[in-house]
Nanobody, 128 residues
Framework: VQLQASGGGVVQAGGSLRLSCAAS????????VGWFRQAPGKEREFVAA????????YYADSVKGRFTISRDIAQNTVYLQMNSLKPEDTAAYYC??????????????????????WGQGTLVTVSS
């Protein structure tokens, strides 16, 4: 699976952005998706994850209640709606995917090493 992340930009604190993570081609494989971010000088951190079924989602405490992850299986796209943005949300955001079997369609994966495929980063800058 090749992933293309987009939607980053510059926004003022309190604003919103929606990131997209699109598979580059039609795929018939089932895959779970996660979003991670990395700020300059900091380690990569988990942001949100969604199962293949879309029914299970998991968020980092730092974004819970402000960010929403969703997916459109027909469009092979996963979204990260980010509201009430804060300067500390400034980072490069990466989407990642991993193949899942039928018995794992409801699972989400919050660890970066659980993913097989990564998109390029999209930069989010939140000004105060």
């Amino acid at each position: 699976v090749q992933l293309q992340a987009s939607g980053g930009g510059v926004v003022q604190a309190g604003g919103s952005l929606r990131l997209s993570c699109a598979a580059s081609e039609r795929t018939f494989r089932a895959y779970a998706v996660g979003w991670f971010r990395q700020a300059p000088g900091k380690e990569r951190e988990f942001v949100a994850a969604i199962s293949w079924s879309g029914g299970n989602k998991y968020y980092a405490d730092s974004v819970k209640g402000r960010f929403t992850i969703s997916r459109d299986i027909a469009q092979n796209t996963v979204y990260l709606q980010m509201n009430s943005l804060k300067p500390e949300d400034t980072a490069a955001y990466y989407c990642a995917a991993r193949d899942v079997e039928v018995d794992s369609w409801s699972y989400y994966y919050p660890k970066y090493y659980e993913y097989d495929y990564w998109g390029q980063g999209t930069l989010v800058t939140v000004s105060s």
